[in-house]
């Protein structure tokens, strides 16, 4: 990946480092390429751009539970993919994977290789042979890249709003891929930190079409899109180096989206408070064993309590489906805690420690 050499180190600048998707494919803004339109009705794409940072857009401000850590003038929301609710996702959803090729996939074709076996059909055994090399090479790939998002993975990539500077920062794996080897060994991974002028970023808020059968859904996000150049309504002669998604995608929604920027925006451009009183900080501490993993997605384990005090009703239901939703809940659970067992530790780069200070408050 090309980036300039970093004048701070462990601490990428302004404009020293771009996105891998963004070198790929670049974004630039000139009298050629206009920016896209945004269409509240839009399955896809950008629904929202807020380009007035001033500007309000919701009366109901929140944090929506993201918050990894506040510092004297900064807060830290921590990576969606960090949520306690999505980790063992990528697990959970491999298992569904291999379950459907398995049972309903190689059950059918064992039945026509023995057959073809059988009888000695040559075409038949080259169809089976070649066409399982194909099957094998089409879904591993997927295989290892949801295990991946899951097993030895970091505890948290976040994003910190610095008010006093002006500035976010991103926190990014190493750009030399050393945080990718050995990553079975578990050890402590050395992050690197991409420093970003506020006034170079614009929120947006965008949509994506997911389908499932014969349903589908839209995915809501809050972006920050990250220019070379301080951004302004009539965008000219600027290019986008950076997206940074903030907050949890399973939790938003049209309204959600609004009030998630709106606590950002007033945090750094009015003083706003860093979390909203009477707000979590998160929505799910981090478990520390297997029984706090299973309490996360039903009312099993140590959140029993918590469960029958804050909706009665679900668990309730929770035990009258309990031959189904027993030990599929219970499988989310054992995911949950795998990929937190083998969670590797990040250190935060030196440079960071001088301009945040110590946490002022954390999770409890």
Request: some cysteine; glycine content about 6%.
């Amino acid at each position: 990946m090309k980036t300039d050499k970093p004048t701070t180190p462990g601490l990428l600048r302004h404009g020293e480092y771009t996105s891998p998707h963004l070198q790929l494919a670049p974004q630039v803004i000139d009298a050629d390429h206009e920016q896209a339109e945004a269409d509240p009705d839009t399955l896809h794409g950008v629904v929202e751009r807020y380009t007035n940072k001033k500007q309000r857009v919701h009366d109901d401000p929140s944090a929506m539970a993201n918050v990894a850590a506040i510092y004297r003038d900064a807060v830290a929301f921590n990576d969606p993919a960090a949520s306690a609710m999505a980790r063992g996702m990528g697990i959970f959803a491999n298992l569904h994977l291999l379950f459907i090729f398995i049972f309903l996939g190689v059950a059918d074709i064992h039945h026509e290789m023995i057959e073809a076996f059988r009888n000695f059909e040559i075409i038949g055994i080259l169809v089976f042979l070649i066409s399982g090399m194909v099957v094998f090479f089409i879904f591993m790939p997927i295989f290892w890249a949801l295990l991946k998002f899951d097993l030895f993975g970091v505890d948290d990539l976040p994003v910190i709003f610095d008010r006093k500077r002006r500035k976010v920062y991103r926190l990014l794996m190493p750009l030399d891929g050393s945080g990718e080897r050995h990553r079975w060994l578990m050890r402590p991974v050395r992050l690197q930190a991409a420093e970003y002028d506020w006034a170079c970023i614009e929120a947006e808020y965008r949509v994506t079409l997911m389908q499932s059968g014969r349903s589908a859904a839209r995915a809501h996000a809050l972006v920050l899109v990250v220019y070379h150049k301080p951004v302004s309504v009539y965008q000219t002669d600027n290019q986008v180096i950076d997206e940074i998604y903030v907050g949890n995608s399973l939790m938003l929604g049209q309204d959600t989206v609004q009030r998630l920027w709106e606590h950002i925006r007033r945090y750094m451009e009015q003083n706003g408070p860093p979390i909203q009183q009477g707000e979590p900080m998160l929505l799910k501490k981090r478990p520390r064993t297997l029984w706090q993993s299973l309490g996360i997605f039903a009312p099993l384990g140590a959140d029993f309590a918590r469960w029958w005090r804050d909706d009665r009703w679900l668990t309730l239901f929770y035990f009258a489906t309990a031959p189904f939703s027993v030990p599929y809940f219970g499988l989310m659970g054992v995911c949950n805690w795998l990929s937190y067992l083998t969670s590797r530790r990040t250190v935060w780069p030196d440079a960071l420690a001088p301009l945040l200070g110590e946490p002022v408050r954390l999770p409890e």
